[in-house]
């Protein structure tokens, strides 16, 4: 089964995990250490992240998924 790309979507939680970590002025490799993923390969919006990793940065920051999905929702 093809998996289904929406580079918009992508780039908007890309987007949403930068402000998160810009605001806790975290910087990639320190989120790196602390969750054990590459923070700049999510960033880049160039790959589909899974939910799991998802739901595992929403933790690290302190929120629930469906919290970060709002914020996701307000990008541009």
């Known amino acids: 089964m093809a998996q289904f790309k929406d580079p918009v979507m992508s780039a ?3 987007a949403t995990i930068k402000l998160l970590r ?3 002025n975290i ?3 320190q989120m790196y250490v602390d969750t ?3 923070v700049s390969r999510i960033e ?7 939910l799991g990793n998802l739901s ?3 933790q690290y920051f302190e ?7 709002k ?4 990008q541009k």
Do not use: H, Y
């Open 36 to 38: 054990n993923l590459n």
């Open 44 to 50: 880049s919006a160039d790959n589909n992240i899974s």
């Open 22 to 24: 810009n605001k806790k």
């Open 27 to 29: 910087s990639q490799e």
């Open 63 to 69: 929120m629930q998924l469906s919290d970060f999905f």
């Open 71 to 74: 914020l996701v929702e307000k």
């Open 56 to 58: 595992k940065i929403a």
């Open 12 to 14: 908007k939680v890309a």
